[in-house]
């Protein structure tokens, strides 16, 4: 897909200045990741010449105090005696580190939309992960340690 220069980007009557939210559709959730194809995923993964990994996020327990009155991370091992087991609690606002916001983070306020004309009530409830929410996704997270290569 060719993308329009940004004054040709679509607006649809009624939707907030700059959102171009018709750019992928009317039902769409995920904005410019429909640019993952997989041609194209398959093309970047011949790329990899090293195998040289980099991580781009910063640790959760980075910030010692988190901004805007957010909670600090909490991280209890609780011991599952006799066994040699251990579980991992964790408590943790996800905006005390890397960003692991969908498009139903920050709407535009004065319209109280959210990414293709969302509203409030549609992204709150157990159903929020259908609509522009993450689900399915599995993460590995530790404290910052660096890791042997």
Do not use: C
């Amino acid at each position: 897909m060719t993308r329009p220069a940004f004054e040709h980007l679509p607006l649809r009557k009624g939707d907030p200045p700059f959102s171009a939210w018709s750019l992928y559709g009317p039902d769409d959730q995920l904005g410019t990741l429909n640019i993952l194809t997989p041609d194209v995923v398959t093309a970047a993964a011949k790329e990899i010449t090293t195998g040289v990994r980099i991580g781009l996020d910063a640790p959760v327990d980075y910030l010692a105090r988190p901004p805007h009155d957010r909670k600090p991370l909490t991280h209890t091992v609780i011991h599952k005696a006799p066994r040699a087991v251990h579980d991992d609690l964790l408590d943790f606002n996800t905006q005390i580190s890397s960003q692991w916001d969908g498009f139903r983070h920050f709407g535009y306020q004065s319209l109280g939309l959210f990414y293709n004309g969302a509203k409030v009530s549609q992204l709150s409830g157990p159903e929020a992960t259908a609509n522009l929410g993450m689900h399915g996704i599995t993460t590995s997270v530790t404290p910052h340690t660096p890791q042997p290569a």
